[in-house]
T-cell receptor, first 117, second 112 residues
Framework: DAGVTQSPTHLIKTRGQQVTLRCSPK?????VSWYQQALGQGPQFIFQYYEEEERQRGNFPDRFSGHQFPNYSSELNVNALLLGDSALYLC????????????????FGNGTRLTVT | KNQVEQSPQSLIILEGKNCTLQ??????????LRWYKQDTGRGPVSLTI???SENTKSNGRYTATLDADTKQSSLHITASQLSDSASYICVVSGDSNYQLIWGAGTKLIIKP
């Protein structure tokens, strides 16, 4: 049973560039959420995708955008990179029909470490 | 303002000892509280999930407690092992499972 997989594992970009991160959800999951985790901090919610649409969004600028494909995989795009975008980007997947269940945990990938220089 | 605060920020203990991590929250409405373990450079892994009606929940050597009246939770680790070295993050859910308020975590280091 494949868990959540993210690629690449590490990435180095320069300021102003654009980056695309990828996520394949756990088998059977149809909802994908993206988080940004700065060093020493808890994850910050970026947005969530379900049925190929952005359903919820955290307090992130429009430079952060995403996409979900028919196979439920997802991409996170960040334009005009800033030094402050350096972080671990985590993808979490879940099953929509578990949404109302309090005991349904999110399943996380191991993240993409993005360094902006 | 919805907030989750954890203490201590970091903790070093010897292998085999017990420890307790604290979490205070001001999230309202409250749905559930979760503890996650995050190894360095890895994604968080769920340890326990509790609703307001649950006072305690165990997962092996990990025992979480919840006092919904005082809005406090603790995570107790018994007979610590080197593999317990990680960050432990308290997460509180508001009125839906996906409105999660994350604490900054407690970094636990187990020394041999």
């Amino acid at each position: 049973d494949a868990g959540v997989t993210q690629s690449p594992t590490h990435l180095i970009k320069t300021r102003g560039q654009q980056v695309t991160l990828r996520c394949s959800p756990k088998s059977g999951h149809d909802t994908v959420s993206w988080y940004q985790q700065a060093l020493g901090q808890g994850p910050q919610f970026i947005f969530q995708y379900y049925e190929e649409e952005e359903r919820q969004r955290g307090n992130f600028p429009d430079r952060f955008s995403g996409h979900q494909f028919p196979n439920y995989s997802s991409e996170l795009n960040v334009n005009a990179l800033l030094l402050g975008d350096s972080a671990l980007y985590l993808c979490a997947s879940s099953w929509e029909r578990d949404r109302g269940r309090y005991d349904s945990p999110l399943h996380f990938g191991n993240g993409t470490r993005l360094t902006v220089t | 303002k919805n907030q989750v605060e954890q203490s201590p920020q970091s903790l070093i203990i010897l292998e085999g000892k017990n420890c307790t991590l604290q979490c205070n929250y001001t999230v309202s409405p409250f749905s559930n509280l979760r503890w996650y373990k995050q190894d360095t450079g890895r994604g968080p892994v769920s340890l326990t999930i509790m609703t307001f009606s649950e006072n305690t929940k165990s997962n092996g050597r990990y025992t979480a407690t919840l006092d919904a009246d005082t809005k406090q939770s603790s995570l107790h680790i018994t007979a610590s092992q080197l593999s317990d070295s990680a960050s432990y993050i308290c997460v509180v859910s508001g009125d839906s499972n996906y409105q999660l308020i994350w604490g900054a975590g407690t970094k636990l280091i187990i020394k041999p």
